[in-house]
């Protein structure tokens, strides 16, 4: 029968693990994107992870001579198109942009960031909560699994459970995020117009400098009788 497979790890550890400046980033990005908090470093290595795996076959398909037709050609397209579908780039994108992904896109492509993003839960950490305590489902299919990567084509069948109780809308938790979302629509307009009116002062007041400053001819101070140029 053979030696039992292992499966080997896909997610590569840090090569030093006491860097300052990347350990403030990752807790950043961990309070930013609602990750574990004991373990939230590991899902972000394991973006990583996958964000080099990408990487490295962009680099090798950019590094041919000629790619542009063969074998190549068609494992470059198959790249792009398989990014596109997970959302990862735009429709028309080269192979040039696979690296200018950063893992802030791999993480926002999330389940529970997804699920923040449409609105259904007010923050990072209770996407979480609904997620993990079966609220949200993908069509018919009800997921529990915070890190799964949302494809392109289900972002519109991301809602409610039907068994779930937020799934009737005049449940308060449904009232209270309506209200949250009226709330900060009208912050959002309010510092719109706010910086409408900060700006127009400004020009203003830039104009009211200009129309005040004095002139070349007012600066040069008027010579007196018997001064000369000398």
């Excluded at 807790?27 to 964000?51: F, N, Q, T």
């Excluded at 090798?60 to 050609?73: M, N, T, W, Y």
């Excluded at 449904?174 to 719109?192: F, N």
Aim: charged share 35%; hydrophobic share 30%.
């Amino acid at each position: 029968m053979g030696d039992p497979k292992f499966a080997r790890p896909k997610t590569s550890t840090p090569t030093h693990p006491w860097k300052q400046a990347r350990i403030e980033e990752e807790h950043e990005l961990k309070s930013k994107y609602g990750l574990k908090r004991v373990g939230g470093m590991r899902e972000i290595w394991r973006e990583k992870s996958a964000l080099r795996r990408h990487r490295n076959q962009a680099m090798k398909l950019i590094g041919r001579v000629d790619s542009s037709e063969g074998h190549f050609a068609r494992e470059k397209g198959d790249l792009i198109d398989s990014l596109y579908r997970k959302g990862l780039l735009s429709e028309g994108s080269d192979i040039d942009d696979v690296l200018q992904i950063e893992v802030e896109h791999m993480l926002s492509r999330r389940l529970q960031s997804v699920v923040y993003y449409k609105g259904l839960a007010p923050t990072m950490r209770s996407a979480r909560n609904l997620i993990v305590h079966g609220h949200i489902c993908i069509g018919n299919q009800r997921m529990t699994v915070p890190g799964y990567h949302v494809l392109r084509e289900e972002e519109d069948n991301i809602q409610y459970s039907t068994n779930s109780p937020y799934a009737d809308p005049e449940h308060q938790f449904r009232k209270d995020m309506e209200q949250l979302r009226l709330t900060m629509v009208s912050e959002l307009e309010e510092e719109e117009v706010s910086e409408r009116d900060t700006d127009a002062e400004f020009v203003e007041q830039i104009k009211s400098d200009s129309a005040n400053a004095p002139t070349v001819d007012d600066t040069v101070p008027e010579k007196e009788d018997g001064e000369s140029d000398d």
